[in-house]
């Protein structure tokens, strides 16, 4: 009685990706990010990763021996979601908040949820979201990669002053500015995402649509009246482009089916760009991520096809 076997319905597919794989990937992708994070922020910016990562892993470890659970530590999720918090914080964090946005995201956001697969969030983006909510001045406090001065403008900090001139393009594409760790590259950020598509543990739907909505709203509603905006600046700049390669894409917390993911996706740009044009803070990016991921039931009981044969059950 001890083989059993499950049959379901066609069709059968078989993958060779697990979930140890897919994370690999991931952090490989994210490497050029840390790179440029480290050689523009220097080696206070190495020690954010590193702290935040070893913190993310020991809560996992911690959770899962204290909820009886199987450990599932060398699956590598919890060094992605260290990763990617990590990336979202200014440089100068203080590492004791780095820590307690580690253990928000791993514990609360993820572990108590029943671990990977089962939170409704991105664990990272959920922890910066709260940490920006009780830290703000220490969430918001820059540092200048070139002076290392503390408390200069990011780009999109600047573009709500009204001094836009004050970041070339150039600057933004490489990422010589001021800003979290790791969303100042945009070329990094770019070699990450050839690489996820590369190995298909992504496809390019949802950064395509979440960042051409963003562009295609934030040149209409320019400061100077409609298609007065300047798309390629709220592209480069702010935590856009690593938002929508890395969190947006999140398996567990966007739609199952292609409808759903450009619903998602578009919902998302629309969202960034009102919080970026209209809101009180320049960045918008992590909330609208976040936003969408509560809608993301809703998106997919509308879009995923009725089962030949099966009927649709409105309650």
Known sequence: ??????????????????????MLDVIIALLPAVVAGIWFFGMRAALVIIVTVAAAVLTEYLMRLGLKR?????????????????????????????IVGSVIAIALIKQLFGGLGQNFMNPALGARVMLVVAWAGRMTTWT?????AVATATPLGALKE???????????????????????????????????????????????????????????????????GDPLYHILAGGLMLGAVFMATDYVTNPITRKGRIIFAIGCGVLTSLFRLYGNMPEGVSFAIILMNIVTPLIDRHTVPVSFGGERHVE
């Open 1 to 22: 009685m001890e083989n059993r076997l499950f049959v379901s319905s066609s069709p059968h597919l078989r993958e060779n990706a697990s979930t140890r794989k897919i």
């Open 70 to 98: 199987e450990q599932t530590v060398s699956d590598l999720s919890a060094v992605v979601t260290g990763l990617l918090l990590a990336l979202n914080l200014p440089p100068s964090i203080p590492i004791w908040i780095a």
């Open 144 to 148: 200048d990669p070139v002076t290392d």
């Open 162 to 228: 009204g001094t836009l001139q004050s970041f070339s393009y150039s600057e933004l594409f490489w990422g010589n500015i001021a800003g979290c760790i790791g969303e100042t590259s945009a070329f990094a950020i770019l070699l990450g995402c050839a690489w996820l598509l590369a190995r298909k543990v992504i496809t390019w739907r949802i950064p395509v649509f979440f960042v051409g909505t963003v562009a295609l709203l934030t040149w209409v509603l320019g400061p100077d009246g409609l298609f007065t």
